[in-house]
């Protein structure tokens, strides 16, 4: 079974602060990878998304994630963080698969709180 | 909006009661899931359905069951809540390579 790891527990920043997540996972197939965002009292959304293709990819609110397949990792950037990117951030992959549903495993998650 | 839905947002229960948790999507998705979140633990998952008809265990059943009504609905069943399954639910959908669409959740406190 995959499993998802996260570095961090609690971040804290500075506004304008650059932001880099770290996500390792375990898995010895083709993997889909994900980023959600959980602001406070609301549900995950998605932030981005990598299945396949340029390993550099860019999602909503300026953030960007890059899977690395040799180091099994998929970390979450942002150059210049707002007070409004205080939330909680979930890594999770989903085994690739031809056909069927694609069960996410999630990470433990990592606080991320900006500082004005 | 389109988008999954999910009853009720919060909810008390006495140790031993029943109660049912209930999620629609309106995506015309095949596959539907719960899960649980715990501070510190993630999103785990209880129960999932691939396609209407089928359901099958996640990382943590115990102590629920589910039914996918039909391909809108799949709902979560706690026969006899415990402290244990206080918890925040979240129901999602998706179709086939996409990610989940969540739900907005149900906050359960078991007393």
């Known amino acids: 079974a995959q499993s998802v790891s996260q570095h ?3 971040v804290i920043l ?3 602060a650059s932001l880099e997540l770290g996500c390792n996972y375990s898995y010895g197939g083709t993997v889909n990878l994900f980023w959600y965002v959980q602001y406070p009292g609301q549900h995950l959304q998605l932030l981005l998304k990598y299945f396949s293709g340029d390993p550099l990819v860019k999602g909503i609110k300026g953030f960007e994630a890059e899977f690395i397949k040799s180091k099994f990792s998929f970390n979450l950037r942002k150059p210049s963080v707002q007070w409004s990117d205080t939330a909680e951030y979930f890594c999770a992959v989903s085994p690739y698969s031809g056909a069927g549903s694609y069960q996410l495993t999630f990470g433990k998650g990592t606080k991320l709180s900006v500082i004005p | 909006n389109a988008g999954v839905t999910q009853t009720p947002k919060f909810q008390v229960l ?3 009661q029943s109660m049912t948790l209930q999620c629609a999507q309106d ?6 899931y719960w899960y649980r979140q715990d ?3 993630g999103l785990r998952l209880i129960y ?3 396609s209407e008809g089928t359901t ?4 943590v059943p115990n102590g629920y069951n589910v039914s996918r009504l039909n391909k809108r609905e799949f709902s979560l069943r706690l026969e006899s809540a415990a402290p244990s399954q206080t918890s925040v639910y979240f129901c999602a959908s998706s179709e086939g390579n996409r990610e989940d669409t969540f739900g907005s959740g149900t ?3 078991v007393v």
Not at chain 2, 27 to 32: A, G, T
Not at chain 2, 56 to 59: A, S, V, Y
Request: aromatic letters at 4%.
């Open chain 1, 8 to 10: 961090n527990h609690h």
């Open chain 1, 14 to 16: 500075s506004e304008a």
């Open chain 2, 14 to 16: 006495k140790t031993g």
């Open chain 2, 27 to 32: 995506m015309n998705h095949n596959s539907m």
């Open chain 2, 39 to 41: 501070p510190g633990m």
């Open chain 2, 48 to 50: 999932y359905s691939a």
């Open chain 2, 56 to 59: 099958d265990k996640g990382e």
């Open chain 2, 107 to 109: 906050r359960l406190t």
